[in-house]
């Protein structure tokens, strides 16, 4: 069974720097697949944040190509976000999620997902 | 940026009864790259149907998906209570970003 797991801080001050890191037990990473990140902010819907695969290709929202890394760590099975220079507009419910691979013309639906990890930007 | 529309808001049906929910899209979705998830009050996100009409793994053929290009559609064929949910679209097709809907909310009437 393929299970994801966020962790990281709950609270990151304005300006500041956002790191989560989602651990992946029940699959290795390097078998495949993409691996994302999605918010949620309180009350509010789902944005896509980006993708990494395996061989370590990055695919980002444009919204926040400038301020998010994405990267991967094989041999941890585990892959990181970082969101800079975070304002009260980042607090939100971030998942991660395994994604399908359709190829080089499109995205992925994702089928597994953490249980999601809230972060509060508040000094 | 392909832009993702929901209708109903909101919808208020009984159990049993039949659900039909909208996505629109503000242009056509590449190769039917849509799919539909179920979230329930502090819980992640469910993949219910993938390829506009395939359903995920393990989801109970009362949920089904259709439509092509910039219209798609979910049908709940009759409510069970662990149906009344938020109900989300997303397409995943051509360049990022790939998007989501705004939500659909069915409550129990």
């Known amino acids: 069974q393929v299970q994801l797991q966020e962790s990281g801080p709950g609270l990151v001050k304005p300006s500041e720097t956002l790191s989560l890191t989602c651990g992946v037990s029940g699959y290795s990473i390097s078998s495949g697949y993409y691996w994302g990140w999605i918010r949620q902010p309180p009350g509010k819907g789902l944005e896509w944040i980006g993708s990494?695969?395996?061989?370590?290709?990055?695919h980002y929202n444009p919204s926040l190509k400038r301020r998010v890394t994405i990267s991967v760590d094989k041999s941890k099975n585990k892959f990181s976000l970082k969101v800079s220079s975070v304002t009260a507009a980042d607090t939100a419910v971030y998942y991660c999620?395994?994604?399908?691979?359709?190829?080089?013309?499109?995205?992925?639906?994702?089928?597994?997902w953490g249980q999601g990890s809230l972060v509060t930007v508040s000094s | 940026e392909i832009v993702l529309t929901q209708s109903p808001g909101t919808l208020s049906l009984s159990p049993g009864e039949r659900a039909t929910l909208s996505c629109r899209a503000s242009?056509?979705?590449?190769?039917?790259?849509l799919a539909w998830y179920q979230q329930k009050p502090g819980q992640a996100p469910r993949l219910l149907i993938y390829?506009?009409?395939t359903r995920a793994t393990g989801i109970p053929d009362r949920f089904s998906g259709s439509g092509s290009g910039t219209d798609f559609t979910l049908t709940i064929s009759r409510l069970e209570p662990e149906d009344f949910a938020v109900y989300y679209c997303?397409?995943?097709?051509?360049?990022?970003?790939?998007?989501f809907g705004q939500g659909s909310k069915v409550e129990i009437k």
């Open positions: 242009q056509s979705v590449s190769s039917s790259y």
């Open positions: 390829g506009a009409s």
């Open positions: 997303q397409q995943y097709g051509g360049s990022p970003p790939w998007t």
């Open positions: 990494i695969y395996h061989s370590g290709s990055t």
């Open positions: 999620a395994r994604g399908h691979d359709y190829g080089d013309f499109a995205g992925h639906d994702f089928d597994y």
